[in-house]
């Protein structure tokens, strides 16, 4: 498909009447009315809507003695109801009555999804979808040999819904996340499960388990050596290994819809019947994965793939994918970061804080009680310093984006109108046009199911701030987990029990714990008044932002290294666990607190 936009000034949507805003029963009980028609005696006005608004707003002193009858509605009207709350319930009220109207169609008669002709329903296996470094998404064009390498077929197990305008490269990432990730994280568990069973088993593998250097750990007060490895090493190159490659191991593909492969572009003829065809297309797909970057909801067939499928699909639970795009890029960034980081770690801590001399000097001269604080203060210079100054750049840019995406995606899909999308060719747009008249009766009702269903359904898939995935994480501390799991190994085979444990609680903290309250927390910076650049300064925004990024991730980091040593008993170091992932769901789900503290 083209991409250049085409102004919209030849079609004009249809007149919408007006109509009736279908409210729920219990409504006009608790707004204190007495019928329903009370509430649309200001229906000749521009919005019945705000009038229902208006009228809340003086009848909400009636609402208390009337609270009973909320049970038969979806929402809870409470005195805290605001008018923008009660306006949000009047609309989805009216687009789920519309909904159940379009549901009872009988999609077998529409000729839209009607398969005319079984030999334009292609597929292309995923491994030939990204074959040569993702060579056929770098552009639109087709040609004979790729359309060559797709199939007829009778179903199609992703249909691609993306953009041609988004950076090539970060659909390809996203899809390898999406399609390889949780196999890459299991076959990198497995083999790091085998190398410390044979370790256990006193059968290392020399040239991986072999020492870099003798580290020492205190142990009740005595130093004790334990050897540095790079056992962790395979398991994380089994992680990039599977994640880059595993659509080439497995014997069956997925079969997947893209358009430049599946649809014959040098063909006109051809080409039109397979967009012709593009309805039934979704209709023999089992899941669609939306590529979504902030122009996707400013071209006309994209929207139009994105509400067809949810209206054939929306009541399968995980047909549809969501997936912002910067989200796989930060997850790998974090996981190549911190590999990396591991590495250092490895290499340098025998000859540094971990060296004979440090431990010995830390167990006579810092005197017990300030040996954590000491342990945390240098931990932390050396995470600002030699960590995260330079990456934390990217790691603030990376949370105004996504904050940025956040508005975008709701404000879109909130005043979303076909006459604002992007079409290139106008014989596209009045297909596009007569087959959302035709489904949604008109273009006003196809513009009300988008920003009230469909916005209900991205939102439950992300969130209304698109908050991040928990896996994202997990995958972008991958490393760090093998890496401790294997040093509480080493403790405990060198019998330091206190540092195995220790290290182990480390290990949990870092994990699962450290980097994502210090990334949410910076989130919720750069959704505030420091994080736009016209609120402030140039350098408050960006530098600052970095510098401020840079703390919070080595604080964060350095309260976790600072338990490698046990200069703390345990039983702290599992409180201080306890409270930094209470503080992380906190800030990540404040939601969840405040329904339960409502």
């Not at 020492?216 to 090493?233: C, D, H, I, K, T």
């Not at 139009?304 to 994918?321: D, N, P, R, W």
């Not at 709701?410 to 979303?416: A, I, M, R, V």
């Amino acid at each position: 498909m083209a991409n250049e936009p085409v102004p919209n000034e030849h079609m004009a949507d249809e007149p919408v009447p007006n109509e009736r805003v279908l409210l729920p029963d219990c409504l006009p009980t608790q707004l204190g009315v007495d019928d329903e028609d009370d509430i649309f005696m200001a229906a000749d006005s521009s919005c019945s809507i705000c009038n229902v608004a208006s009228l809340h707003s003086r009848q909400v002193r009636n609402v208390d003695s009337h609270r009973s009858a909320s049970n038969n509605s979806r929402e809870s009207i409470t005195d805290t109801t605001t008018p923008a709350d009660l306006c949000r319930l009047s609309r989805t009220s009216m687009c789920s009555d519309r909904q159940s109207r379009v549901s009872s169609l009988q999609i077998d008669a529409d000729p839209s999804f009607e398969l005319h002709e079984p030999e334009f329903i292609r597929a292309v296996g995923l491994a030939a979808a990204l074959r040569m470094a993702g060579k056929h998404w770098r552009d639109n064009s087709g040609s004979d040999l790729t359309f060559n390498l797709s199939r007829p077929c009778t179903s199609i197990d992703v249909f691609f819904s993306h953009s041609w305008r988004s950076r090539w490269w970060l659909k390809v990432l996203a899809i390898l996340y999406y399609f390889n990730g949780t196999s890459a994280c299991a076959a990198a568990l497995v083999v790091h499960v085998i190398l410390l069973s044979l370790a256990f088993a006193e059968h290392d593998v020399p040239w991986i388990s072999g020492g870099v250097a003798s580290a020492v750990v205190l142990e009740a007060g005595q130093v004790m050596p334990v050897s540095f490895n790079f056992r962790y090493v395979p398991a994380c190159l089994a992680f990039f290994m599977v994640f880059f490659f595993k659509q080439l191991m497995t014997v069956r593909s997925p079969t997947c819809f893209l358009d430049k492969m599946c649809i014959n572009q040098t063909d006109v003829v051809k080409k039109d019947k397979g967009v012709r065809q593009l309805g039934a297309l979704l209709r023999y797909s089992e899941h669609m994965m939306v590529l979504w970057q902030p122009e996707y909801l400013t071209r006309l067939w994209c929207v139009f793939e994105l509400a067809a499928f949810t209206y054939l699909h929306g009541h399968k639970q995980g047909s549809l994918v969501f997936y912002p795009l910067k989200l796989p890029l930060l997850a790998m960034c974090l996981c190549m970061f911190h590999f990396v980081a591991s590495l250092s770690l490895t290499i340098l801590s025998p000859f540094s804080l971990g060296s004979e001399w440090h431990m010995n000097w830390l167990n006579d001269s810092v005197h017990p009680s300030l040996q954590f604080l000491y342990l945390w203060a240098v931990y932390f210079v050396i995470c600002f310093a030699g960590l995260y100054c330079i990456p934390s750049f990217f790691l603030w840019k990376f949370c105004k984006w996504h904050v940025e995406d956040a508005d975008t995606i709701y404000s879109q899909l909130l005043d979303f109108k076909v006459s604002r999308t992007q079409c290139f060719l106008e014989e596209d747009r009045e297909y596009v046009t007569s087959c959302i008249r035709r489904w949604f009766d008109s273009t006003g009702h196809f513009e009300d199911y988008v920003q009230c269903e469909l916005r209900e359904i991205v939102l439950q898939h992300k969130g209304k701030n698109l908050r991040l995935p928990f896996s994202v994480f997990v995958v972008g501390s991958l490393s760090h987990l093998f890496m401790g799991t294997n040093f509480a190994l080493d403790c405990w085979l060198a019998g330091a029990n206190m540092s195995a444990a220790s290290t182990a609680i480390v290990t949990v903290f870092i994990t699962f714990c450290s980097d994502s309250l210090a990334l949410h927390l910076t989130l919720r910076l750069a959704a505030s008044d420091f994080g736009y650049t016209q609120a402030g300064t140039f350098a408050s925004s960006n530098i600052g932002g970095a510098l401020a990024t840079a703390c919070l991730f080595s604080a964060a980091n350095a309260t976790g290294l600072a338990m490698l040593i046990p200069c703390i008993p345990l039983w702290t170091a599992a409180c201080i666990l306890l409270f930094f992932a209470g503080a992380n769901l906190l800030v990540a789900h404040p939601e969840l607190f405040s329904k339960m503290f409502h």
